[in-house]
Structures are given as structure tokens and as C-alpha cells.
Nanobody, 129 residues
Framework: QVQLVESGGGSVQAGGSLRLSCVVS??????????MGWFRQAPGKEREGVAA????????PYAASVRGRFTISRDNAKNTVYLQMNGLKSEDSAIYYC????????????????????WGQGTQVTVSS
């Protein structure tokens, strides 16, 4: 069974930074052929795609609300994906999840939750004003 475990969440003041990590285990291909994505969900709101990165790192779509502030990266040798979050705002507060999707997913589909097969348990990010 594929497992994903997020870490790095916490509480920060507006304008601060955090780096989230997600370690993937239980995959014979080390998830090296998959998209990796970050999603978030705040209370009373729908889950939204934040950022994604292709297996070969050739494409990195971002939600408009985070473009220029967040950076996604991956280290396939370590089976790990990262989300560097700078200039945090109160509206970024949410539970953040990492997930994997097949390589065949298109660039424009890579921020859609229904394209993803496996999910982590989430890590809480709280930004105070």
C-alpha cells in the first residue's frame, strides 16, 4: 500500500515562511513516474489544488492565489516532495495534503483532486494576522 506522510506545518505570523515535506513509501516505482501535488482545505471550504509537479519536473502548475509566493520541488531519490511557502497570509490557513496522480494527467488537470490516487493525512498550517 502506498503511504504519504506530511510534516512541517505549524503556526506563523503573516509574512512568515514554512516548508512542508511529504515522504512517499510503499511504492515499487518510488513514485518516480507520478505527478505529485499539494492541496489544502479550510473549515467550511472545498479542497483546492495549490501546486503540482510532474514526474520529470518539466511542469509545475500553481493556483493563482499562491503563484509567486509558493514553490514546489521534489527529490525522487528521497521519495520526497516539498512546498516552500513564503509571504504567508491569513487566508493560507488550512490543512495541507500531498497526493500522487498518474503521469498521464495533463498540465491543466494536475490541480484537480479527482485525478489523484493516494493521499496523505494532512498537516495543519495556521497564519495569524
Amino acid at each position: 500500500q502506498v503511504q504519504l506522510v506530511e510534516s512541517g506545518g505549524g503556526s506563523v505570523q503573516a509574512g512568515g515562511s514554512l516548508r512542508l515535506s511529504c515522504v512517499v513509501s510503499g511504492s515499487t516505482d518510488r513514485s518516480s513516474t507520478n505527478w505529485m501535488g499539494w492541496f489544502r482545505q479550510a473549515p467550511g471550504k472545498e479542497r483546492e489544488g495549490v501546486a503540482a509537479i510532474a514526474a520529470d519536473r518539466s511542469n509545475t502548475p500553481y493556483a493563482a492565489s499562491v503563484r509567486g509566493r509558493f514553490t514546489i520541488s521534489r527529490d525522487n531519490a528521497k521519495n520526497t516532495v516539498y512546498l516552500q511557502m513564503n509571504g504567508l497570509k491569513s487566508e493560507d490557513s488550512a490543512i495541507y495534503y500531498c497526493a500522487t496522480a498518474p503521469r498521464t494527467v495533463t498540465y491543466w488537470g494536475a490541480l484537480l483532486a479527482d485525478k489523484y490516487n493516494y493521499w496523505g493525512q494532512g498537516t495543519q498550517v495556521t497564519v495569524s494576522s
